[in-house]
Every structure is written in C-alpha cells, then in structure tokens.
C-alpha cells in the first residue's frame, strides 16, 4: 500500500535521511542481500559468506587472521561468520602442527557446493545491478572506492590484480595445501 504522493514501488525515506548518503548506501545494500537470500532459497544466508568461502576457495589452508585480513573484517566479526559455516559443514578446521592453538580453514565438499551456487546466483544478481546502474556503473564503483579507501582500510588493488594479493605467508600454506 502506498502513501499518497508516492509512488507504487518507491521507498519511504524519512525527511531526516533524504540526503544522507550513508542511509541510502544502507538500503541499497540491504535490499541486495534480500534479493540474493531470496535467489538463494535461505534466509539465514549472511552476506561476508560469499566472499569468505571464495576466498577459501582461492586460499585453501587459511588461518582466521589471514582469512580476516583477505576478507577486509576484523578477526571478531569473522569469528561468528566462521562459526555459522562450520556448524553447516561448509568449513572444516584443521590444527596447526606443533601449535594446537592455531588451526587453518579450508572448504569442504558442502562449502565447495554452496560456492558454486553462490558463484551462479552472485553473476544473476550482478547482471541485474549492472542493468540497474548502466552507464554509470564506472563512476558508481569509482565513488564506492573512494567511500571505501577514504574510511576504511582498503585491500589494494593493482591494475592487473583481480583479487587481493594474498600474504606471502599465505601463499606458501596454499602451495603446501595444493601439494599435500
């Protein structure tokens, strides 16, 4: 039901927020992880799953503090994030030898599964915010990284990088993972 002077369809934004651009940024991001909970069939889907289990993916071996590193979140936030994958069995842990207080992350047959349906909903769901944005989809992604870098802690990217470069240590676990 709409409120007369709006349109069918159009959100109500209350005076206070019509041009605050965090608010804004809010909502359009909300609703893009509905729209993908809702492609996803599960509604307990998180956001930071997708880029957690990619990085995963990519990185097998990880420990919490390169994954939350890789991941761009604090190692508290990626706790509770790596718990709830484990409890699904999409992660499994594995101790670190000779240190049983350090342990590394790698995806299991169900992680890699659910990746793989990610990955295909993840090109749907962009294909329609690449339809949405159009021509301005540069400049859109040029402000958000400046939003970014300006306040936060950017992962850097080169040119010719696709993907965050990963900690020397990192790579070296990932060589050894692929080798064993």
């Not at 930071?48 to 936030?77: F, H, K, M, Q, V």
Request: glycine fraction near 6%; include cysteine.
């Amino acid at each position: 039901m709409s409120s007369p002077g709006r349109e069918r369809g159009e959100s109500f934004v209350p005076e206070g927020f019509a041009d605050l651009i965090a608010y804004h940024l809010r909502l359009a991001q909300d609703a893009s992880f509905q729209a993908i909970r809702q492609r996803a069939g599960k509604s307990d889907l998180k956001p930071g799953w997708y880029a957690t289990l990619t990085i995963l993916s990519d990185n097998p071996g990880l420990t919490p503090t390169e994954l939350s590193l890789l991941c761009g979140r604090d190692r508290s936030t990626l706790s509770s994030t790596l718990k709830a994958l484990s409890a699904r069995g999409f992660i499994a842990r594995r101790h670190t030898p000779g240190d049983q207080r350090s342990y590394s992350v790698r995806l299991t047959a169900a992680g890699e599964a659910m990746l793989k349906k990610l990955r295909v909903i993840a090109r749907i769901h962009d294909a329609r915010l690449d339809a949405i944005v159009g021509k301005d989809k540069p400049v859109l992604i040029a402000v958000l990284r400046r939003i970014a870098e300006t306040l936060g802690q950017p992962v850097a990217l080169t040119r010719r990088q696709s993907k965050p470069a990963v900690p020397a240590r990192a790579r070296r676990k990932s060589a050894r993972a692929r080798a064993a």
